[in-house]
C-alpha cells in the first residue's frame, strides 16, 4: 500500500506543505504541546485498577537472545554496567558501600529510550526549519530541541496491541503497522493521548543481516510502523509515538522516501519511544477489555542531550 508519505517523495520543494506542524508552536516541545492541563486530569482519571506497569525493558545482557548481541555489539553499542567499588569505608562504625557506573548508547536497538527532536534532521533541516548543524555538531551537543524540552510527560495512552488484532502471537520480522491497524485499535484518540504500539518484538524471532533468508539490511529484519501510518498521528493530533520495536520496519518498505523517524520528528515534532517492553500491560489490557491508561515518562535532565533512557509507567 502506498501512503500519503509515500507520496511526499516528489514534493521536497514544498515541504511540509500541510503535513506536519512547523510554526505552530513558539517553543521547542513539539507535540508534547498538545498535553494539557486537562489532558492530564482526563489521564488521571482513566486509573480505576492501582495496577503499574514499567514498560522499559531489563537492561540486562541475559535478556537479549545471543544473536542479538552478537549483532548490533551489545557491550559497545547497547549499555554497559561497571561495578566501582565494594566494599567497607569506615570499620569503626560498620559502614559498607558500593559504587557502580552506567554507560549507555541512548539510540540504540536494545534500550528503551525516548528520541528528542534534535535526533534526526533531512535534507538538512530538523522541526520547524531549523538548519540541522545550527541545532547540533558531534564537536558539541544538541543547542536546540534536546531533551530538555521532554520533560514531565503525563497523559493517556492509547495502547494498539497489532499481533491481537491481527490474530498472531507476534509480527513477523520486516512487516508493518499499517494505517488500518492504528484506526482499528485507536480510532478513539484524542488529541495529546499517547500511542503505544505492540509489534510483539520481545517475542518474535530475531532476524540478523546474515540470517538464511534475511534482507540483509544492516539493521536485520525488524517489524515496526510503515510510512504510510504517520498521518494517522497529524490527524489525531496526538503526543507521543510509542513501539516495542525500532519505529522504523527494516528493511524500509520505501527505501527513497523519509523514514518514520523523519517523518515524526522532524516535521510532526512527535517525540519517538522505542524498544518498550510491553508484554505485561498488554495482557492486563486484554485481560481487563480495555486499551487506555495513564501514561508517565520521566527522560534525565540532561542539557544537550538527544535523547534518554526511560523506563515508562503504565497505570492501569
Known amino acids: 500500500m502506498t ?23 513558539d517553543n521547542e516541545r513539539g507535540t508534547l504541546n498538545t498535553i494539557t492541563p486537562q489532558k492530564v486530569l482526563e489521564a488521571v482519571q482513566t486509573v480505576s485498577q492501582g495496577e503499574v506497569y514499567a514498560c522499559g525493558a531489563p537492561m540486562s545482557p541475559e535478556f537479549y537472545p545471543e544473536i542479538l548481541r552478537t549483532t548490533h555489539n551489545f557491550d559497545e553499542q547497547g549499555f554497559k554496567h561497571e561495578m566501582l567499588s565494594a566494599d567497607v569505608f569506615d570499620t569503626e562504625l560498620g559502614k559498607f558501600a558500593a559504587q557502580d557506573k552506567f554507560t549507555l548508547s ?16 533531512h535534507f538538512g533541516k530538523a522541526f520547524n526549519g531549523v538548519d540541522f548543524f545550527d541545532m547540533v555538531t558531534v564537536e558539541g551537543k544538541a543547542k536546540r530541541f534536546d531533551v530538555t524540552q521532554l520533560q514531565g510527560i503525563v497523559t493517556r495512552a492509547i495502547l494498539v496491541d497489532v499481533p ?27 488529541p495529546g493521548d499517547a500511542v503505544l ?38 490527524d489525531h493530533d496526538t503526543s507521543i509515538l510509542g513501539t516495542d520495536s525500532t519505529g522504523d ?21 512527535l517525540p519517538l519511544m522505542h524498544s518498550l517492553q510491553l ?38
Not at 516528489?10 to 512547523?22: I, K, L, M, T, Y
Not at 539510540?107 to 534532521?121: F, K, P, Q, R
Not at 527522560?299 to 497505570?315: D, H, I, Q, R
Open 3 to 25: 501512503g500519503r508519505a509515500d507520496v511526499l517523495l516528489s514534493e521536497q520543494s514544498e515541504w511540509p506543505g500541510d503535513f506536519g506542524n512547523w510554526g505552530r508552536w
Open 249 to 269: 520496519t527494516f528493511p524500509l518498505p520505501y527505501p527513497k522516501s523519509p523514514t518514520v523517524h523523519i517523518l515524526a520528528e522532524v516535521y510532526l515534532g
Open 106 to 121: 541512548i539510540h540504540s536497538l536494545e534500550n528503551t529510550h525516548i528520541d528528542a527532536l534534535s535526533h534526526v534532521g
Open 197 to 234: 504500539v505492540r509489534t510483539g518484538r520481545w517475542r518474535a524471532p530475531v532476524v540478523r543481516p546474515d540470517s538464511p533468508g534475511a534482507s540483509g539490511d544492516i539493521h536485520g529484519d525488524w517489524a515496526a510502523m510503515n510510512i504510510n501510518a504517520m498521518r494517522f498521528f497529524q
Open 279 to 316: 508484554e505485561a500491560v498488554a495482557d492486563a489490557c486484554a485481560t481487563a477489555g480495555r486499551s487506555d491508561f495513564l501514561l508517565m515518562v520521566a527522560p534525565l535532565n540532561m542539557e544537550g542531550a538527544t535523547g534518554s533512557p526511560v523506563s515508562p509507567l503504565c497505570v492501569l
Open 164 to 190: 491481537r488484532l491481527r490474530g498472531v502471537e507476534f509480527l513477523e520480522p520486516g512487516d508493518s503497522v499499517t494505517r488500518e491497524d492504528l484506526d482499528a485499535g485507536a480510532s478513539h484518540a484524542a
